[in-house]
């Protein structure tokens, strides 16, 4: 199995600009997760999903944020407009009935 | 709210020793998991063990295995025989099974170095 992927690995962006990290998790996994990891706060459930449908939203930060997950197979985190307080990393997971979550290898965020 | 403490930011380790690192967490649930997961320099977040609250068997995998007090709220974690490759930052982690939550509540981390 290719494990989660995550795409970009990194991405530099300008303040005000929309930004879109995207993230298929292991096959057969149901749950999927995005976290984000930040020296000040460490890692921080933004939101997570359960076949397809949004369970837990409660870490999202505002507005700006906004997740999707149109098939079992994919999801975005979609940050517009970017400011610079949301550079950091941020992972994807997901899990399937054993409750163990398996990380992506990340995507760095650096906003400008 | 359950909150999950990892009181020592750093430590070191000679190789071919072992360490063990601590972790207390704060919950009234009953049912729970408690994992470790180690992030090497890479920023890869690895699962590393993995422990069910009403199990009283304490986990093992190869050279990792954990000393779960379940009445103190204590989860450590002890390496054997370190390796060069266990330097990493290690997460000790909550997740409760009640109520169909899947939230994972991390600690803060402690970085550990295994020195030649």
């Known amino acids: 199995d290719a494990g989660v992927i995550q795409s970009p690995r990194h991405e530099v962006t300008e303040m005000g600009q929309e930004v879109t990290l995207r993230c298929k998790p292991i096959s057969g996994h149901n749950s999927l997760f995005w976290y984000r990891q930040t020296m000040m706060r460490g890692l921080e459930l933004l939101i997570y999903f359960n076949n397809n449908v949004p369970i837990d939203d409660s870490g999202m930060p505002e507005d700006r944020f906004s997740a999707k997950m149109p098939n079992a197979s994919f999801s975005t985190l979609k940050i517009q407009p970017s400011e610079p307080r949301d550079s950091a990393v941020y992972f994807c997971?997901?899990?399937?009935?054993?409750?163990?979550?398996?990380f992506g290898p990340g995507t760095r965020l650096t906003v400008t | 709210a359950q909150t999950v403490t990892q009181s020592q930011p750093e430590m070191s380790v000679q190789e071919a020793e072992t360490v063990t690192l601590s972790c207390t967490y704060d919950t009234s649930e009953s049912n729970y998991y408690l994992f470790w997961y180690k992030q090497p320099p890479s920023r890869q977040m690895i699962l590393v063990i993995r422990?069910?609250?009403?199990?009283?068997q304490n986990a093992t995998e190869n050279r990792f295995s954990v000393n779960f007090q379940k009445a103190a709220k204590s989860f450590s974690l002890k390496i054997s025989d370190s390796q060069l490759g266990d330097t990493a930052m290690y997460f000790c982690?909550?997740?409760?099974?009640?109520?169909?939550?899947?939230?994972?509540?991390f600690g803060k981390g402690t970085k550990l170095t295994v020195n030649p």
């Open positions: 997971a997901s899990s399937s009935t054993s409750y163990e979550q398996y």
């Open positions: 422990q069910e609250a009403y199990k009283q």
């Open positions: 982690a909550f997740l409760k099974t009640q109520g169909g939550s899947e939230k994972l509540v």
